[in-house]
């Protein structure tokens, strides 16, 4: 059964850090550009970051640049999502996603991923 599990979400207080992990199962990911989107209570799903399966190129949400960093190990199958400098407009669940196309193109864009994690809660508080 192929599989996405996050973790590492919590409480964290405004100015504090996070790293999240997804971990694949049931196939190889290494060969798959991956994403994180996040969904607050009420909002609808939005995009947060993607990265290339080649690792050379990312891509990030206008709120998140330059605070957030996705990363991946394919030797453990798991992407992470570093947050730094969070903010209480970051609470939300976020989610992990295999890319399905074989090209890369509107990262952002849900519809182009087709494997989801569960997702994981990321609370900040001011």
């Known amino acids: 059964q192929v599989q996405l599990v996050e973790s590492g979400g919590g409480l964290v207080q405004a100015g504090g850090s996070l790293r999240l992990a997804c971990a694949g199962s049931?196939?190889?990911?290494?060969?798959?550009?991956m994403g994180w989107f996040r969904q607050a209570p009420g909002k609808e799903r939005e995009f947060v970051a993607a990265?290339?399966?080649?690792?050379?190129?990312?891509y990030y949400a206008v709120a998140v640049r330059g605070r957030f960093t996705i990363s991946r190990d394919n030797a453990k199958n798991t992407v992470y999502l570093q947050m730094n400098s969070l903010k209480p407009e970051d609470t939300a669940a976020y989610y992990c996603?295999?890319?399905?196309?074989?090209?890369?193109?509107?990262?952002?864009?849900?519809?182009?991923?087709?494997?989801w994690g569960q997702g994981t809660q990321v609370t900040v508080s001011s």
């Open positions: 049931g196939r190889s990911f290494s060969a798959y550009s």
């Open positions: 990265l290339k399966w080649s690792g050379d190129n990312t």
């Open positions: 996603a295999v890319y399905k196309q074989n090209f890369w193109s509107r990262p952002w864009d849900g519809t182009n991923y087709n494997i």
